[in-house]
């Protein structure tokens, strides 16, 4: 995710330059690694709650949780990363990243101990076939980073044994999980039958977020991608996307609708338009735009966390 200010909310971010001395200790190395170890303290409390002892809130230790804190920071690290590494590629001035810890963490509560993170891009970004390489480099690279951890805990699930009541919490699995199970030769399971593995929901929760950050509305990553590469029909896109998710409430639960109300009113749903908004992408820069589609798709589930009763 990056964070482009006022410019971008939630995904890059524009800003002007900070007055000589102002917030400097917002972008001190110090700083960033507060924030960092912070986040591995509650994602690994927040993931003691995937494993047989339950974690340093339920009688085991704090250490329990480290098989999902570690594989959800490299996820997230390697997005902003991504995002990062483009920047520095075209000499854009943009912070380290951000980490942001949750501190929902204890019942009753769920969470995943953390709300994600970002990074801060300081200047507009001018160019369209630019803005496309910055906002699809991270979303790809998290998702590339997802990967290993995935085919690992898809192959470490355990039975379950415990009846469904009308407060347990399913996930909902997506396509990539479907297809990991089947070149794993694991066996289709569902989030009902089975415990997941700590290492699984790490990876389960990063595809979470890059599905998130590739909504293609206003100044996410998904924005940013559809901007450059629809130019001036973005808002019009966009527009419908939002449209689309509010209307997913009347059949699914109202995640998607929750998300793209958050993404409009945080960053807008147009983009603003770069320098060179009528000039056309080259067809590389247009694959990668489809491989985002893609991805976004392999990531994408309906009802993505619900809870459900006991049947008849």
């Not at 986040?39 to 995937?50: E, K, P, V």
């Not at 809130?57 to 704090?62: N, T, Y």
């Not at 347990?168 to 089947?182: K, N, S, W």
Request: with cysteine.
């Amino acid at each position: 995710m990056t964070e482009q200010v006022r410019a971008e909310g939630i995904g890059p971010s524009f800003a002007p330059p900070p007055r000589r001395g102002r917030r400097r200790w917002l972008e001190h190395p110090l700083f960033h690694l507060l924030l960092f170890a912070l986040t591995l303290g509650t994602t690994t409390i927040a993931g003691g709650f995937f494993t047989e002892r339950g974690g340093v809130l339920f009688g085991g230790s704090f250490t329990d949780g480290l098989p999902f804190s570690l594989p959800l920071l490299v996820i997230l690290g390697v997005h902003e990363m991504g995002h990062y590494a483009m920047c520095r590629r075209y000499g854009l001035a943009a912070t380290h990243p951000y980490f942001l810890p949750s501190p929902f963490v204890v019942p009753p509560f769920f969470s995943f101990g953390t709300f994600g993170a970002f990074i801060r891009i300081k200047e507009p970004i001018r160019d369209k076939k630019i803005l496309l390489d910055v906002g699809a480099a991270g979303p790809l690279a998290g998702f590339a980073a997802t990967l290993p951890f995935l085919f690992y805990g898809v192959s470490h699930a355990r039975p379950s044994t415990t009846a469904i009541g009308s407060t347990t919490v399913l996930f909902d699995y997506p396509l990539a999980v479907r297809l990991a199970q089947d070149l794993t030769g694991v066996g289709r399971y569902t989030s009902a039958a089975v415990h997941e593995h700590p290492t699984f929901m790490a990876a389960w929760f990063g595809m979470l977020v890059t599905c998130l950050n590739l909504l293609p509305i206003g100044q996410l990553d998904g924005g940013h991608v559809l901007r450059a590469a629809a130019g001036r029909r973005q808002p019009l896109i966009s527009g419908v996307a939002v449209a689309a998710a509010f209307a997913s409430a009347f059949w699914v639960p109202p995640v998607w609708a929750f998300f793209a109300l958050m993404a409009a009113a945080v960053t807008g749903v147009a983009h603003p338009p770069p320098e060179n908004d009528a000039e056309p992408v080259e067809t590389g820069r247009l694959t990668v735009a489809l491989l985002c589609l893609v991805v976004f798709l392999l990531c994408f589930s309906p009802a993505p966390i619900r809870q459900i009763g006991p049947g008849p």
